[in-house]
């Protein structure tokens, strides 16, 4: 190129552009000022940047009164290359007396339509103020030769703004100079100002820090205001125009967190993302899939109960359960709370418990709870990008003062040691049981037994329900999006019929199931959908399989063929038989978690302590050694075929890796590859029925719920065969275990059945053996208890004639005197555990049937009566407080009485106050002490006789 030709060679007339920079780069310095007081705890509440040159600086004032108001400080901001003192019309040939005044006006008759609106005007200066100048109030106040000359003089400059001499002298007297340093001064005060906030900082990180705040201002600077945005600035919910060019303790919330707090910073960036990764989603897939994208939100609804909750009601208790069924959404549930409680403390939003999902078998009982939060956090963290290892400190005290932790802990059903099991559930009631406690607990998993139940004390539990059908074609809408499946809405709706038509639209409601079936769906729209679970997980292992070995660079067997050629074609070959092997030595493993001991009755604790299973990647790499396609080849190094097998493990789609562990995606996954790798022989298969059905076998104590339900969905794999032999085999061993006898037998039918994995047309004769054998044990056994449990198996069973089984026990008067345990607690009742069984089927009628325990005043107790009416009260029954109303008068029991006054007041405190006064009346003379607590009770309602009960009460007792 020649040179001449180049215009960067021309002389340029003027540098306007680079000036005009620097002008704005010194304003964006000046808000960077007033954010920084902001961040030091100064009364600023936010700071305004108005596009090129005004910043509005919003602080908290005292008032006259002793009250708060905001003064409202509307700056212009002036700076020029000479260092040179400012003279008063220098400024006003500056134009900011014009924009001020504008403003002033506008302002102005704000106020005069009734706007409380307290504000300065000012001008911001770059250097001083030449030695000797008055100031603009000296100027409006002052008759002085030089002070009427400079007046006369801004007021030429504002003349064609028609400003007469009043209204120019009332202006000048509301505004004020503000004297700033120069340029490289107010950087370097800037960066001084966050280095004292925070000490721990380096200079470097103040340095980016302090870049970042000033990036905020300038992004803020460019947004386009609308017309008369004055008026819009100071509303207490301004526009969103206006939110963009404002900086609050909101949008400061990143930066304060990283001067005062940066380790929670870091865990709240890593938390963030909790939720970006479907924990099912395909890992070959060319685009994957956001939890965020595709997930549903499921309700949440109280145990035997139909009120549900939202999301955000998990932490309200100390501690809590959370239940459902494999698949359920527990982890994406848990997952999303995580990332959204950071999400929001990220904006300075800290009204909510800071959430951390860990993992049941991550904790160690023996930690101190700090430490072993510490330990699970890291781990699980770092995958999400954690820069730092948090301490034991981090985690024992609250993120903030006055805030708390919410521990979410995932798969409690996945620790497969029933002791380890114990251990844990013990240890978390104690952290949660602590004095003035920081930590609340959400324990997630499957329903366990009434045993383990007990091990976490009385807590509420609540379970995580199935979509609707609305939830279900949302869902699918959202998966067939990002799977890119051609009009996603009419494929949904022929996605949901063809469900219907193979028997799979119940257990498609689970979101695992979903996701799966979506999946699986996408690879041929409109052809075949799996008819069972089975089925369905098969067909995702052949989906994972192709997806590993697809065509092309990116595919593994591509990238393997390149890795191994180099060694000959046996290395090659051998390293094809691995691969070709790889989901029945995956299946090993599965199955050798899976015949861990489920029954502590029949085993003995091995000496070793910790008996959690081994998947450290260490134990992978031995596992696959030991077989012959794994065995490292002859000339290939131990490094090359140790990454080769990592590498197969990591992108086969049924594990992931969790530091330095890989673990199952799903406990379903695991599940299925057992019961595959237990049905490669039929001896094998006999033995592994026989010992997965030995617990179930073993009735201990009436309550069926003792058995153990966690291998319930493993077994319905492991029946659900593809051959006949192993069918036969099956049903062979399960019809004849389904008798009066065993209970715990019944209920594994059920369950299994609820899964859809009970073909009807080859297991109706079992199915149909357990319903004669639950009708038996629901008319006559001797038990009540046991009466109520076979009739709610039986209601899994065959709807009708269970649901009138339980009707009927919860109207038979001779159950009135039944308890199940404790006899002074109402919930073990009988009569009422039929009742709320039966609503837990079917709303309407089992509310009929709690209201007629209240109404039978004969001989049930008056206590259930109180708490058949608390159910009705809870389920939003219509006739509950009619209900509470007559146990609160006519109750002959004094604490039943109070009872349900007590629960009337959350309906008509008013109301509840007079039953309460007469309950002290009633019973002021046998039983005083109660009384005496009443009165004061009654004082805390407000009623105005409360002073001359307590007198009364007081004089009796003395």
Known sequence: MDVGQDPRHIPAPDNTGTETEKRFAFQAHVAVRYAIEMLGGYPVANVT??????????????????????????????????????????????????????????????????????????????????????????????????????????????????????????????????????????????????????????????????????DLVRSAMLEQLCPQWQLFVTQPDPAEVILRKRLTQQTLATIALRLQRPELLDFLQASRR??????????????????????????????????????????????????????????????????????QWLTGIETQP???????????????????????????????????????????????????????????????????????????????????????????????????????????????????????????????????????????????????????????????????????????????????????????????????????????????????????????????SLLSELLDLIGQMAAADESRPVDPLIYIRPAKPEYLPDHSIEAWITLISCSPAGERPPGVTRKVWTDFIVSALTRCGLLVREGDRLEFAHKTVQEYCAARWAMRTPQAYEQELDRTLHPWIRNRGSNPWGAPLETASYISFLIEADRSVLRDIAQRKLYDRVTRESLHCCLLVAMINRFGSLEPESWQPVIDQAIRSMTAVAEVDEDPTTRVWAATILAELDEDPGLAALESLGKEPTLDHSFNEDPHTPDFSVRLQAARTLMEFDTRRGADALMQLVLDDEDLDELVRVRAAEILFENSDERAEAALSMLAEDSPWYYSRFTAIKLYSKIDRHIAAEYLNRLIEDWRYEDPESCQDDAYLLAQWGDPRQLHLVKDLDEDDI
């Open 49 to 214: 940047c108005e596009h090129i040159e005004d910043v509005v600086v919003a602080r908290t004032v005292g008032t006259p009164h002793g009250g708060d108001t905001t003064l409202w400080d509307f700056q212009q901001v002036k700076s020029r290359e000479r260092d040179k003192p400012w003279t008063l019309l220098q400024i006003g040939d500056s134009k900011a007396l014009r924009s001020l005044l504008r403003t002033d006006r506008v302002l102005r008759q704000a106020i005069s339509k009734g706007s409380a609106l307290n504000y300065r005007l000012t001008v911001a200066i770059e250097g001083k103020l030449a030695a000797g100048e008055p100031s603009f109030r000296d100027i409006a106040r002052s008759g002085g030769k030089r002070e009427s000359r400079i007046r006369a003089g801004l007021g030429s400059k504002l003349e064609d703004l028609d400003v007469d001499p009043g209204e120019l002298s009332n202006f000048l007297s509301r505004v004020h100079i503000d004297e700033l340093p120069l340029r490289g001064e107010l950087e370097r005060d800037n960066r001084d100002a966050l280095a004292a906030l925070s000490e721990h900082l380096t200079v470097a990180e103040i340095r980016h820090v302090h870049q970042t705040l000033f």
């Open 274 to 343: 909790a939720d970006r990764q479907h924990p099912y989603g395909l890992p070959e897939a060319s685009r994957p899939t956001r939890l965020s994208d595709v997930r549903v939100p499921q309700r949440i609804s109280i145990a035997a109960s139909s009120d549900t909750l939202p999301d955000t009601w998990l932490g309200q208790d100390a501690l809590c359960m959370l239940t459902a069924g494999p698949g359920g959404g527990k982890t994406s549930l848990l997952r999303t709370i995580q990332a959204r409680s950071a999400t």
């Open 354 to 576: 800071l959430a951390l999902t860990i993992n049941a078998a991550a904790l160690t009982p023996s930690r101190p709870l700090g430490a072993a939060l510490a330990a699970a956090a890291n781990e699980s963290l770092s995958l999400l990008g954690l820069e730092r290892t948090l301490g034991e400190e981090f985690f024992r005290t609250a993120p903030r003062p006055g805030t708390t932790w919410l521990v979410l802990i995932d798969g409690m059903d996945e620790i497969t040691d029933p002791e380890l099991r114990r251990e844990v559930l013990e240890w978390i009631a104690h952290c949660a049981d602590r004095p003035r406690a920081v930590h609340s607990f959400v324990v997630a998993g499957r329903p366990i037994s009434d045993a383990e139940r007990k091990l976490l004390g009385v807590v509420p539990e609540y379970r995580l329900d199935q979509f609707s059908a609305d939830d279900l074609r949302s869902a699918v809408q959202g998966w067939f999006r990002q799977l890119g499946i051609p009009r996603p809405d009419t494929s949904t709706e022929a996605f949901i019929a063809a469900l219907s038509s193979v028997g799979m639209s119940r257990l498609a409601r689970t979101p695992l199931m979903t996701a799966l079936l979506c999946q699986v769906y996408s690879l041929n729209p409109g052809g075949v959908i799996p008819d069972s679970r089975n089925a369905l997980y098969s067909s995702f292992a052949d989906l994972l399989h192709e997806r590993m070995h697809r065509r092309g660079p990116s595919g593994f067997r591509t990238q393997s063929k390149s890795l191994t050629q180099r060694f000959g074609p046996a290395v090659a070959e051998h390293a094809e």
